[in-house]
């Protein structure tokens, strides 16, 4: 009795393993270029369901296996790989909207940008955010890593209801760069990327 029991508790820990993974998947899938918005903001966060995940096939290695050494390795092993992740659940992705401007004549088109670093780097994402409510997508416009001054984003403008305008560089390396969205779905025709 005692054991279907733990039999029951083990796959149950399993089974809430594989939730996490699947629903950092679907987070994932929803995080690229054209996702639904809404879903990757609720389901992409690898560190929160990995170390669910290793929480959970822990729990389960540790009620379902009698070998104590087997056992230690587990919860050691566990243990090194949270500390491993812990700063980098701390520290979040650093990520920060700078910026969210609806475009002319098109209130439900977003032009968004997102600063961030990597270590001493600027770091730039310009997205479309196109639709809204549970059908919003997110669309890549560019992405620049400001380590060398001629790919630092100066200025990420509206010009015109379906296109947009990317400044780049410092006062001698200047560049423009437009991007033309298509008219219904608000997808790039290309993607800027420097750095």
Do not use: C
Request: no cysteine.
């Amino acid at each position: 009795m005692v054991e279907l029991a733990v039999r029951r508790r083990v796959l149950g820990l399993v089974v809430a393993a594989g939730v996490a993974v699947v629903a950092e998947t679907v987070g994932w899938w929803s995080s690229r270029s054209g996702g639904l918005l809404v879903v990757a903001q609720a389901l992409h966060h690898p560190l929160l369901f990995g170390l669910s995940a290793l929480a959970a096939l822990t729990a389960a290695a540790v009620l379902g296996v009698r070998n104590r050494v087997v056992r230690g390795l587990v919860l050691m092993t566990a243990a090194l790989m949270t500390l491993l992740a812990l700063p980098f659940f701390l520290l979040g992705s650093g990520r920060e909207v700078t910026m969210d401007k609806a475009a002319p004549h098109h209130s439900d088109r977003h032009l968004v940008v997102e600063e961030g670093a990597a270590m001493i780097d600027p770091l730039w994402w310009v997205y479309v955010d196109e639709g809204s409510g549970l059908t919003k997508r997110r669309w890549l416009v560019g992405y620049f890593n400001g380590d060398v001054a001629d790919n630092a984003l100066v200025e990420a403008s509206w010009a015109g209801p379906d296109r947009i305008r990317l400044i780049t560089g410092d006062e001698e390396s200047r560049q423009v760069h437009v991007v033309g969205l298509t008219p219904g779905s608000g997808k790039p025709e290309r993607t800027v990327s420097q750095g």
